[in-house]
């Protein structure tokens, strides 16, 4: 079974940073793209970044862009995001999610990671 | 405020058929068939349960379909079950924007 779980999140100050990252089993991760979705609370679900199996194509969304960074270690199954100069509206559950480059969906899910951004 | 938009509830009885619409507002998300559903129960993992607009994943129950129409995409759940009750949304791809959520749409079984 495929298995993703999320870690590093937390409670971080307005302009502070922080990495959260994803440790992924069951699959063969390198050769996923891999996504990183967020939900806020009480809001809907929303795409932040894309990274392509080997790195070679990044992308991300541009409420984040400038500001948050992904990257992976294939040798380590390891998905990461470093996030810089939060805000508030950046507080959400951040999941990591393999990627399907042929259908472009996001076919397995982990429990995510809880970033709170406050004062 | 998403491109795509999805109605804010959607309810049935028991054993209904109900239909979701996810509507882009752009063309070009609109003119994607990278069109995929979620099925997402809060405090738990979302799940995908349609995805290039109308294919469904080994291991997903046959009562969810979908289809395509122009710039709509539609998610029809037959015979409505307890279990079906959630947040669904759809999800494009399309190349600027890579990738775009529905806003989504929560379904109450009455």
């Known amino acids: 079974d495929v298995r993703l779980v999320e870690s590093g999140g937390g409670l971080v100050k307005p302009g502070g940073s922080l990495r959260v990252s994803c440790e992924a089993s069951g699959l063969t991760f390198s050769a996923y793209g891999m996504s990183w979705v967020r939900q806020a609370p009480g809001k809907g679900l929303e795409w932040v970044s894309f990274?392509?199996?080997?790195?070679?194509?990044?992308y991300y969304a541009e409420s984040v862009r400038g500001r948050f960074t992904i990257s992976r270690d294939n040798a380590n199954s390891s998905l990461f995001l470093h996030m810089s100069s939060l805000r508030a509206e950046d507080t959400a559950v951040y999941y990591c999610?393999?990627?399907?480059?042929?259908?472009?969906?996001?076919?397995?899910w982990g429990q995510g990671t809880l970033v709170t951004v406050s004062s | 405020q998403s491109a795509l938009t999805q109605p804010a509830s959607v309810s049935g009885s028991p054993g209904q058929s109900i239909t979701i619409s996810c509507t882009a507002t752009t063309s070009e998300v609109g003119t994607s068939d990278l069109v995929s559903w979620y099925q997402h129960h809060p405090g738990k993992a979302p799940k995908l349960i349609i995805y290039?607009?109308?294919e469904g994943p080994s291991g997903v129950s046959n009562r969810f379909s979908a289809s395509k129409s122009g710039n709509t995409a539609s998610l029809t759940i037959s015979g409505l079950q307890a279990e079906d009750e959630a947040d669904y949304y759809c999800c494009s791809s399309a190349i600027s924007t890579t990738f775009v959520f529905g806003s989504g749409t929560k379904v109450t079984v009455l």
């Open positions: 999610v393999p990627t399907n480059s042929f259908a472009w969906s996001f076919d397995y």
């Open positions: 990274i392509s199996s080997s790195s070679g194509r990044l």
């Open positions: 290039e607009a109308t």
